[in-house]
Protein backbone atom coordinates (compact mmCIF):
# COMPACT_ATOMS: atom_id res chain seq x y z
CA UNK A 1 0.00 0.00 0.00
CA UNK A 2 2.94 2.18 1.11
CA UNK A 3 4.30 2.38 -3.03
CA UNK A 4 1.02 3.34 -3.84
CA UNK A 5 -0.14 5.66 -1.78
CA UNK A 6 0.81 8.97 -3.33
CA UNK A 7 -0.63 7.83 -6.56
CA UNK A 8 -4.23 8.84 -6.69
CA UNK A 9 -5.07 9.90 -3.42
CA UNK A 10 -8.31 11.77 -4.13
CA UNK A 11 -10.05 8.64 -5.18
CA UNK A 12 -9.20 6.87 -1.66
CA UNK A 13 -12.01 9.12 -0.61
CA UNK A 14 -15.47 8.11 0.45
CA UNK A 15 -18.05 7.91 -2.52
CA UNK A 16 -18.75 11.85 -2.89
CA UNK A 17 -15.43 12.84 -1.98
CA UNK A 18 -13.39 15.31 -3.91
CA UNK A 19 -11.96 13.35 -6.37
CA UNK A 20 -15.41 11.84 -7.23
CA UNK A 21 -16.49 15.67 -7.32
CA UNK A 22 -13.80 16.53 -9.52
CA UNK A 23 -14.41 14.08 -11.73
CA UNK A 24 -18.08 14.43 -12.46
CA UNK A 25 -16.91 17.92 -12.66
CA UNK A 26 -15.23 17.67 -15.60
CA UNK A 27 -17.48 15.58 -17.20
CA UNK A 28 -19.74 17.97 -17.27
CA UNK A 29 -17.63 20.17 -18.45
CA UNK A 30 -16.75 18.06 -21.43
CA UNK A 31 -20.16 17.23 -22.32
CA UNK A 32 -21.15 21.24 -22.35
CA UNK A 33 -18.42 21.63 -25.11
CA UNK A 34 -20.35 19.20 -26.99
CA UNK A 35 -23.81 20.83 -26.54
CA UNK A 36 -22.75 24.50 -26.96
CA UNK A 37 -20.95 23.22 -30.06
CA UNK A 38 -24.22 21.36 -31.78
CA UNK A 39 -27.00 23.46 -30.31
CA UNK A 40 -25.65 26.82 -29.48
CA UNK A 41 -25.79 28.50 -25.78
CA UNK A 42 -29.70 29.01 -26.08
CA UNK A 43 -30.87 26.05 -26.81
CA UNK A 44 -28.47 23.71 -24.76
CA UNK A 45 -30.00 22.59 -21.21
CA UNK A 46 -28.58 21.98 -18.23
CA UNK A 47 -31.63 18.60 -18.04
CA UNK A 48 -30.24 17.37 -20.78
CA UNK A 49 -26.19 18.06 -20.34
CA UNK A 50 -27.17 16.36 -16.86
CA UNK A 51 -28.84 13.44 -18.36
CA UNK A 52 -25.85 12.86 -20.90
CA UNK A 53 -23.27 12.37 -17.90
CA UNK A 54 -25.38 10.64 -16.02
CA UNK A 55 -26.41 13.03 -13.11
CA UNK A 56 -29.48 14.57 -12.00
CA UNK A 57 -29.98 17.99 -12.70
CA UNK A 58 -29.84 18.79 -8.82
CA UNK A 59 -26.12 17.15 -8.88
CA UNK A 60 -25.09 19.34 -12.06
CA UNK A 61 -26.26 22.30 -10.28
CA UNK A 62 -23.94 21.41 -7.05
CA UNK A 63 -21.42 22.23 -9.34
CA UNK A 64 -22.53 25.08 -11.53
CA UNK A 65 -25.03 27.24 -10.42
CA UNK A 66 -26.71 28.05 -13.34
CA UNK A 67 -26.67 27.77 -17.35
CA UNK A 68 -24.68 31.02 -17.13
CA UNK A 69 -21.86 29.90 -14.62
CA UNK A 70 -21.51 26.54 -16.62
CA UNK A 71 -20.92 28.39 -19.73
CA UNK A 72 -18.17 31.10 -18.46
CA UNK A 73 -16.43 28.12 -16.34
CA UNK A 74 -16.35 26.13 -19.90
CA UNK A 75 -14.87 28.90 -21.33
CA UNK A 76 -12.06 29.48 -18.56
CA UNK A 77 -11.43 26.39 -18.76
CA UNK A 78 -10.81 26.10 -22.27
CA UNK A 79 -8.91 29.51 -22.02
CA UNK A 80 -6.54 28.45 -19.11
CA UNK A 81 -5.82 25.11 -20.67
CA UNK A 82 -4.37 26.98 -23.84
CA UNK A 83 -3.03 29.62 -22.21
CA UNK A 84 -0.60 27.41 -20.31
CA UNK A 85 0.63 25.45 -23.28
CA UNK A 86 0.49 28.31 -25.91
CA UNK A 87 0.62 31.58 -23.90
CA UNK A 88 2.50 31.14 -20.31
CA UNK A 89 5.73 32.94 -21.93
CA UNK A 90 6.48 35.98 -23.73
CA UNK A 91 7.66 35.26 -27.30
CA UNK A 92 11.25 36.05 -28.00
CA UNK A 93 10.31 37.58 -31.62
CA UNK A 94 7.48 37.61 -33.95
CA UNK A 95 8.33 34.86 -35.64
CA UNK A 96 8.48 32.78 -32.41
CA UNK A 97 4.98 33.98 -32.01
CA UNK A 98 3.58 32.98 -35.19
CA UNK A 99 4.95 29.26 -34.48
CA UNK A 100 2.86 29.19 -31.57
CA UNK A 101 -0.15 30.42 -33.22
CA UNK A 102 0.46 27.43 -36.07
CA UNK A 103 0.89 25.31 -33.15
CA UNK A 104 -2.10 25.65 -31.67
CA UNK A 105 -4.00 26.04 -34.60
CA UNK A 106 -2.60 22.29 -35.22
CA UNK A 107 -3.22 21.34 -32.13
CA UNK A 108 -7.18 22.68 -32.57
CA UNK A 109 -7.48 20.26 -35.97
CA UNK A 110 -7.30 17.65 -32.72
CA UNK A 111 -10.44 18.92 -31.20
CA UNK A 112 -13.53 20.09 -33.75
CA UNK A 113 -15.79 19.91 -30.86
CA UNK A 114 -13.70 22.70 -28.91
CA UNK A 115 -13.30 24.55 -32.35
CA UNK A 116 -16.95 24.34 -33.48
CA UNK A 117 -17.91 25.39 -29.79
CA UNK A 118 -16.01 28.39 -29.58
CA UNK A 119 -17.06 29.31 -33.21
CA UNK A 120 -20.73 29.18 -32.25
CA UNK A 121 -19.94 31.06 -29.20
CA UNK A 122 -17.98 33.60 -30.20
CA UNK A 123 -20.70 34.18 -32.78
CA UNK A 124 -23.50 34.58 -30.49
CA UNK A 125 -21.58 36.28 -28.78
CA UNK A 126 -21.90 39.37 -31.20
CA UNK A 127 -25.30 39.64 -29.68
CA UNK A 128 -24.53 42.66 -26.76
CA UNK A 129 -27.31 40.85 -24.21
CA UNK A 130 -25.09 37.10 -24.28
CA UNK A 131 -24.14 35.73 -21.29
CA UNK A 132 -20.38 35.41 -22.88
CA UNK A 133 -20.22 39.09 -24.37
CA UNK A 134 -17.66 40.87 -22.11
CA UNK A 135 -16.06 37.20 -22.22
CA UNK A 136 -14.87 37.59 -25.37
CA UNK A 137 -14.71 41.25 -25.85
CA UNK A 138 -12.25 40.22 -23.06
CA UNK A 139 -10.70 37.56 -24.98
CA UNK A 140 -10.30 39.58 -28.41
CA UNK A 141 -8.38 42.49 -26.15
CA UNK A 142 -6.23 39.48 -24.40
CA UNK A 143 -5.48 38.03 -28.12
CA UNK A 144 -4.33 41.50 -29.56
CA UNK A 145 -2.50 42.57 -26.59
CA UNK A 146 -0.73 39.49 -27.06
CA UNK A 147 0.25 39.48 -30.94
CA UNK A 148 0.76 43.56 -30.87
CA UNK A 149 2.93 42.93 -28.28
CA UNK A 150 5.27 40.90 -29.74
CA UNK A 151 4.92 42.60 -33.18
CA UNK A 152 5.85 45.61 -31.24
CA UNK A 153 8.53 43.96 -29.40
CA UNK A 154 9.94 42.71 -33.74
CA UNK A 155 10.04 46.53 -34.56
CA UNK A 156 12.01 47.84 -31.29
CA UNK A 157 14.74 44.66 -31.86
CA UNK A 158 14.94 45.72 -35.51
CA UNK A 159 12.84 41.82 -36.34
CA UNK A 160 10.74 44.01 -38.10
CA UNK A 161 9.87 47.76 -40.18
CA UNK A 162 9.55 50.66 -38.18
CA UNK A 163 6.08 51.47 -39.56
CA UNK A 164 4.76 47.78 -38.67
CA UNK A 165 1.10 48.61 -36.95
CA UNK A 166 0.96 46.15 -34.64
CA UNK A 167 -2.94 46.52 -33.25
CA UNK A 168 -4.19 46.33 -37.12
CA UNK A 169 -1.98 43.27 -38.12
CA UNK A 170 -2.83 41.74 -34.69
CA UNK A 171 -6.85 41.87 -35.94
CA UNK A 172 -5.81 40.55 -39.13
CA UNK A 173 -3.93 37.41 -37.92
CA UNK A 174 -7.05 36.75 -35.13
CA UNK A 175 -9.37 36.80 -38.39
CA UNK A 176 -7.71 34.38 -40.46
CA UNK A 177 -7.32 32.25 -37.60
CA UNK A 178 -11.14 32.36 -36.68
CA UNK A 179 -12.07 32.82 -40.18
CA UNK A 180 -10.06 29.45 -40.99
CA UNK A 181 -11.13 27.45 -38.08
CA UNK A 182 -15.18 28.46 -39.33
CA UNK A 183 -14.18 26.79 -43.17
CA UNK A 184 -13.00 24.24 -41.45
CA UNK A 185 -15.60 23.11 -38.87
CA UNK A 186 -17.75 22.58 -42.15
CA UNK A 187 -15.25 20.53 -43.65
CA UNK A 188 -12.05 18.97 -41.08
CA UNK A 189 -10.68 16.91 -44.00
CA UNK A 190 -10.98 19.44 -46.63
CA UNK A 191 -7.54 21.56 -45.78
CA UNK A 192 -5.12 22.00 -43.25
CA UNK A 193 -5.82 24.38 -41.09
CA UNK A 194 -2.41 25.24 -39.70
CA UNK A 195 -0.42 25.07 -42.96
CA UNK A 196 -2.97 27.18 -44.33
CA UNK A 197 -2.22 29.75 -41.00
CA UNK A 198 1.61 29.17 -41.75
CA UNK A 199 1.79 29.84 -45.12
CA UNK A 200 -0.53 33.48 -44.76
CA UNK A 201 2.30 34.12 -41.58
CA UNK A 202 5.13 33.50 -43.62
CA UNK A 203 4.04 35.71 -46.09
CA UNK A 204 3.20 38.38 -43.83
CA UNK A 205 6.55 37.76 -41.98
CA UNK A 206 8.44 38.55 -45.39
CA UNK A 207 6.49 41.27 -46.10
CA UNK A 208 7.02 42.79 -42.81
CA UNK A 209 10.76 41.99 -41.87
CA UNK A 210 13.03 45.11 -41.84
CA UNK B 1 -57.39 56.26 -61.97
CA UNK B 2 -55.11 55.93 -64.77
CA UNK B 3 -52.49 57.51 -64.26
CA UNK B 4 -52.19 55.44 -61.15
CA UNK B 5 -53.09 51.76 -62.11
CA UNK B 6 -49.39 50.67 -63.35
CA UNK B 7 -47.65 51.74 -60.07
CA UNK B 8 -48.65 49.39 -56.92
CA UNK B 9 -50.90 46.80 -58.94
CA UNK B 10 -50.74 44.34 -56.11
CA UNK B 11 -52.01 46.42 -53.57
CA UNK B 12 -55.23 47.08 -55.71
CA UNK B 13 -56.19 43.33 -54.82
CA UNK B 14 -58.54 42.31 -52.12
CA UNK B 15 -56.36 41.73 -48.65
CA UNK B 16 -54.95 38.56 -48.61
CA UNK B 17 -54.00 38.75 -52.03
CA UNK B 18 -50.36 38.61 -53.54
CA UNK B 19 -49.14 42.04 -52.19
CA UNK B 20 -50.21 41.53 -48.80
CA UNK B 21 -49.01 38.10 -48.74
CA UNK B 22 -45.51 39.60 -50.03
CA UNK B 23 -45.52 42.33 -47.60
CA UNK B 24 -45.83 39.79 -44.88
CA UNK B 25 -43.70 37.40 -46.06
CA UNK B 26 -40.83 40.12 -46.52
CA UNK B 27 -41.97 40.71 -43.22
CA UNK B 28 -41.57 37.19 -41.59
CA UNK B 29 -37.64 36.98 -43.24
CA UNK B 30 -36.75 39.91 -41.76
CA UNK B 31 -37.98 39.08 -37.90
CA UNK B 32 -36.26 35.68 -39.13
CA UNK B 33 -32.97 37.18 -39.49
CA UNK B 34 -33.03 39.38 -36.20
CA UNK B 35 -33.88 35.93 -34.07
CA UNK B 36 -31.23 34.04 -35.91
CA UNK B 37 -28.75 36.44 -34.85
CA UNK B 38 -29.86 36.96 -31.72
CA UNK B 39 -30.74 33.16 -30.20
CA UNK B 40 -29.41 30.69 -33.29
CA UNK B 41 -31.45 28.04 -35.07
CA UNK B 42 -32.04 25.73 -32.76
CA UNK B 43 -33.37 28.33 -30.10
CA UNK B 44 -35.65 30.31 -32.35
CA UNK B 45 -38.85 29.52 -32.43
CA UNK B 46 -41.54 29.95 -35.23
CA UNK B 47 -44.09 31.30 -32.11
CA UNK B 48 -42.06 34.29 -31.21
CA UNK B 49 -40.74 35.10 -34.58
CA UNK B 50 -44.42 35.04 -35.75
CA UNK B 51 -45.42 37.16 -32.77
CA UNK B 52 -42.92 39.67 -33.67
CA UNK B 53 -44.55 40.32 -36.85
CA UNK B 54 -48.23 40.05 -35.76
CA UNK B 55 -49.72 37.05 -37.68
CA UNK B 56 -50.45 33.74 -36.30
CA UNK B 57 -48.05 30.41 -36.75
CA UNK B 58 -50.41 28.88 -38.69
CA UNK B 59 -50.19 32.22 -40.93
CA UNK B 60 -46.51 31.90 -40.90
CA UNK B 61 -46.76 28.03 -41.82
CA UNK B 62 -48.98 29.51 -44.67
CA UNK B 63 -46.07 31.19 -45.99
CA UNK B 64 -43.25 28.96 -45.25
CA UNK B 65 -43.33 25.03 -44.58
CA UNK B 66 -41.27 24.35 -42.00
CA UNK B 67 -38.76 25.72 -39.20
CA UNK B 68 -35.93 24.24 -41.48
CA UNK B 69 -37.77 25.96 -44.69
CA UNK B 70 -37.82 29.71 -43.50
CA UNK B 71 -34.35 29.06 -42.58
CA UNK B 72 -33.33 28.43 -46.09
CA UNK B 73 -35.74 30.53 -47.33
CA UNK B 74 -33.95 33.53 -45.07
CA UNK B 75 -30.68 32.09 -46.75
CA UNK B 76 -31.28 32.19 -50.07
CA UNK B 77 -33.04 36.04 -49.62
CA UNK B 78 -30.03 37.41 -48.17
CA UNK B 79 -27.50 35.67 -51.21
CA UNK B 80 -29.82 36.33 -53.84
CA UNK B 81 -29.85 40.43 -53.03
CA UNK B 82 -25.71 39.87 -52.28
CA UNK B 83 -25.17 37.85 -55.58
CA UNK B 84 -27.54 40.72 -57.60
CA UNK B 85 -25.63 43.72 -56.31
CA UNK B 86 -21.85 42.29 -55.84
CA UNK B 87 -21.50 39.58 -58.01
CA UNK B 88 -23.78 39.42 -61.16
CA UNK B 89 -20.66 40.21 -63.28
CA UNK B 90 -17.31 38.17 -63.60
CA UNK B 91 -14.64 40.50 -62.34
CA UNK B 92 -12.52 41.93 -64.86
CA UNK B 93 -9.01 41.34 -62.77
CA UNK B 94 -8.00 40.49 -59.29
CA UNK B 95 -7.85 43.96 -58.36
CA UNK B 96 -11.79 44.51 -59.48
CA UNK B 97 -12.48 41.21 -57.97
CA UNK B 98 -10.72 42.83 -54.45
CA UNK B 99 -12.55 45.90 -54.82
CA UNK B 100 -16.16 44.51 -54.93
CA UNK B 101 -15.07 42.32 -51.81
CA UNK B 102 -14.38 45.34 -50.18
CA UNK B 103 -17.74 47.01 -51.31
CA UNK B 104 -19.37 44.26 -49.64
CA UNK B 105 -17.68 44.11 -46.12
CA UNK B 106 -18.93 47.95 -46.24
CA UNK B 107 -22.60 47.49 -47.40
CA UNK B 108 -21.93 44.61 -44.28
CA UNK B 109 -21.00 47.19 -42.08
CA UNK B 110 -24.37 49.00 -42.54
CA UNK B 111 -26.18 45.95 -41.20
CA UNK B 112 -24.80 44.29 -38.20
CA UNK B 113 -27.92 42.25 -36.98
CA UNK B 114 -27.59 40.17 -40.61
CA UNK B 115 -23.53 40.08 -40.16
CA UNK B 116 -24.59 38.52 -36.56
CA UNK B 117 -27.00 36.02 -38.05
CA UNK B 118 -24.45 34.82 -40.47
CA UNK B 119 -21.47 34.32 -38.15
CA UNK B 120 -24.24 32.78 -35.88
CA UNK B 121 -25.72 29.92 -38.63
CA UNK B 122 -22.11 29.88 -40.07
CA UNK B 123 -20.79 28.48 -37.07
CA UNK B 124 -23.56 26.41 -36.15
CA UNK B 125 -23.58 24.92 -39.66
CA UNK B 126 -19.93 23.17 -38.58
CA UNK B 127 -22.00 20.89 -37.07
CA UNK B 128 -23.10 17.86 -39.47
CA UNK B 129 -26.69 17.80 -38.72
CA UNK B 130 -27.58 21.15 -38.96
CA UNK B 131 -30.32 21.93 -41.47
CA UNK B 132 -27.83 24.88 -43.12
CA UNK B 133 -24.74 22.62 -43.18
CA UNK B 134 -25.33 21.39 -46.92
CA UNK B 135 -26.15 25.49 -47.95
CA UNK B 136 -22.81 26.71 -45.97
CA UNK B 137 -20.79 23.71 -47.83
CA UNK B 138 -22.19 24.80 -51.56
CA UNK B 139 -21.86 28.67 -50.19
CA UNK B 140 -18.07 28.17 -49.54
CA UNK B 141 -17.48 26.65 -52.66
CA UNK B 142 -18.93 29.06 -54.62
CA UNK B 143 -17.14 31.81 -52.67
CA UNK B 144 -13.91 30.15 -53.61
CA UNK B 145 -14.82 29.35 -56.88
CA UNK B 146 -15.60 33.19 -57.79
CA UNK B 147 -12.58 34.33 -55.92
CA UNK B 148 -10.01 31.50 -57.24
CA UNK B 149 -11.55 32.33 -60.84
CA UNK B 150 -10.74 35.72 -60.76
CA UNK B 151 -7.17 34.87 -59.31
CA UNK B 152 -6.63 32.44 -61.95
CA UNK B 153 -7.58 34.77 -65.04
CA UNK B 154 -4.65 37.49 -63.23
CA UNK B 155 -2.64 35.21 -63.80
CA UNK B 156 -3.09 34.50 -67.46
CA UNK B 157 -3.54 38.12 -68.21
CA UNK B 158 -0.48 38.65 -66.70
CA UNK B 159 -1.33 40.66 -63.82
CA UNK B 160 -0.91 38.17 -61.41
CA UNK B 161 2.49 35.85 -60.46
CA UNK B 162 2.22 32.63 -62.24
CA UNK B 163 3.13 30.83 -59.05
CA UNK B 164 0.05 32.25 -57.08
CA UNK B 165 -2.15 29.42 -55.83
CA UNK B 166 -5.73 30.43 -56.52
CA UNK B 167 -7.52 27.88 -54.55
CA UNK B 168 -5.72 28.41 -51.13
CA UNK B 169 -5.40 32.21 -51.67
CA UNK B 170 -9.32 32.47 -52.16
CA UNK B 171 -9.55 30.57 -48.84
CA UNK B 172 -7.28 32.57 -46.77
CA UNK B 173 -9.03 35.78 -48.27
CA UNK B 174 -12.42 33.87 -47.15
CA UNK B 175 -11.06 33.62 -43.78
CA UNK B 176 -10.41 37.31 -43.38
CA UNK B 177 -13.68 38.20 -43.89
CA UNK B 178 -15.46 35.89 -42.42
CA UNK B 179 -12.93 36.73 -39.10
CA UNK B 180 -13.02 40.28 -39.20
CA UNK B 181 -16.91 39.96 -39.01
CA UNK B 182 -17.01 38.20 -36.05
CA UNK B 183 -14.54 40.48 -33.93
CA UNK B 184 -16.85 43.45 -35.65
CA UNK B 185 -20.02 42.22 -34.07
CA UNK B 186 -18.04 42.45 -30.93
CA UNK B 187 -17.75 46.01 -31.70
CA UNK B 188 -19.33 47.43 -34.43
CA UNK B 189 -17.96 50.70 -33.22
CA UNK B 190 -13.91 49.71 -32.21
CA UNK B 191 -13.00 49.27 -36.08
CA UNK B 192 -13.61 49.60 -39.76
CA UNK B 193 -14.26 46.50 -40.79
CA UNK B 194 -14.23 48.02 -44.58
CA UNK B 195 -10.87 49.37 -43.92
CA UNK B 196 -9.25 46.22 -42.38
CA UNK B 197 -10.03 43.94 -45.49
CA UNK B 198 -8.72 46.62 -48.02
CA UNK B 199 -5.65 46.85 -46.20
CA UNK B 200 -5.40 42.86 -46.31
CA UNK B 201 -6.30 42.74 -49.94
CA UNK B 202 -3.79 45.63 -51.01
CA UNK B 203 -0.96 44.00 -49.36
CA UNK B 204 -1.87 40.82 -50.57
CA UNK B 205 -1.99 42.60 -54.63
CA UNK B 206 1.14 43.70 -53.92
CA UNK B 207 2.96 40.39 -53.13
CA UNK B 208 1.03 38.37 -55.89
CA UNK B 209 1.74 40.94 -58.55
CA UNK B 210 3.55 39.68 -61.56
Redesign the interface.
Known sequence: MEANQGRRPRTSRARGGYAVGDERRTRILDAAVEHY???????SSLARIAKDVGVTQGGLLHHFRSKEDLLVSVLERSDEQDVERFFAAEPASAADCFRTLVDLAAHNAGRPGR??MF??L??????P?HPA?AY??RR?RDVLDHVSGALRRGVDSGELRPDTDGE?TA??I???????Q??W???TTG?DMAE?LR??LD?LLR?LAA
Do not use: I, K, P, T
Request: proline share 0%; glycine share 10%; aromatic share 14%.
Open positions: AQWGFHAVRNVAAEAGSGHFEYQREAAVMDGLLQALDFRAYRV
